[in-house]
């Protein structure tokens, strides 16, 4: 069964600047991807995109004749790829928001259901906002059926034994878990010293590194890769980033390839506790919330200094280099060097072979792929 991830125009500028990167369907829902959640429910399916013209390079749509098309953003339940499974050629489903799920282009005249009720982002907020629910419901989803490794003896377990899962090859040594609010989940490989406190919903995912005495609140998601450190609330890591040291970070969303510095912060309320006006790329301008609590989302391949302050809700682009005192604004343009005292442009050689050295000490070589994706934004925007 050949699923295609449908990025819809309109919701793709609404997730920028997460999106200038990725399709829709690889952004972050629980344990893994919108995407990877597909094939956990429907485990034949052979997952691709259509996305951006100039992310097709990296993520090549599969349009064959009876190919299923789903819009992106919508995160898949049990129940729905039940439905989804069933299709036959020119069926389709509607939403109670209007998008339509179908089974090939061709479609009958009426759909087979209507106002099906499925959870989405439809905002960047709904990333962090929805991170505890899809936490747990992907614990239950990955979990059922299987052991976990045991939890070594000089662990302290506050909650129900059942809400914690320790993959195969993770190093869990002199932690403190509390399963009494939501499960957690920790991936294969990663390593999680001394003195590390989490409180669930946490998901943590393979091969990433949590240092000693580092505090996870509920809603913390680790990508792949991801090392940590200090103090981090209900944030979610898309995977390959860094913030290893002492500092604050809470309701947030952070990209691939991105390195906090020791003592930066972030705020997620303001002083007065009003309602948090955030960057709407779709909108080119600064929208209500309705929220109270909006930390930093900071797209791919940024870099904050050390000692480095944001502002509630502020909104980091691609390819950035934050440093100096003071706050930077609450809107950081993509490829921007600086801070609060004033920003140039990066320049694109240097970008990239910081990009390239980041990427090998991880093991990975930069591929033309992802070069062609970065030129292409460094040059459009």
Known sequence: MKIVLEDIPVIREALLPLTFTRPAGLLPAGIGSIADRWTYLIPNAEISFLTADYLQVKYPADETADAIFIPGHL?????????????????????AAGEIISRSRNLLPDPKET???????????????????????????????????PLSPSCTLIGPADRLFIEEGADVEGAFINTRQGPVYIGRDS????????????AIGPKCRVR???????????????????EISNTVFIGYSNKQHDGFLGDAVIGQWCNLGAGCVASNLKNDYSEIRLWSYLQQRFMRTGLQFCGLIMADHCKAGINTMFNTATVVGPGCNIHGAGFPRPYVPAFS????????????????????????????EISEADKSILKHLYETL
Not at 75 to 88: F, G, R, S
Not at 347 to 362: D, N, Q, S, V, W
Request: charged share 20%; aromatic share 6%; proline share 6%.
């Open 337 to 364: 060097d600086g801070g609060a005292q004033g920003i140039t442009r990066v320049i694109f050689p240097k970008f990239l072979a910081t990009a390239t050295e980041m990427m090998r000490h991880r093991g990975l």
């Open 212 to 230: 000693a005495g580092a505090r996870l609140l509920p809603g913390v998601n680790l990508g792949e890769s991801t090392r940590v450190g200090g």
């Open 191 to 202: 390593e999680i010293q001394e003195c590390v406190v989490l409180r669930g919903p946490v």
């Open 115 to 149: 106002g099906l009720e499925i959870p989405a982002y439809r905002l960047l907020t709904d990333i962090f906002r929805q991170s505890k629910e899809r936490i747990a419901a992907d614990f239950d989803l990955l979990t059922a059926g299987r052991s976990s490794q």
């Open 75 to 95: 995160i898949p339940t049990p129940e729905l790829a039940v439905k989804v499974a069933a299709l036959q050629p020119g069926e389709w489903l509607q939403t």
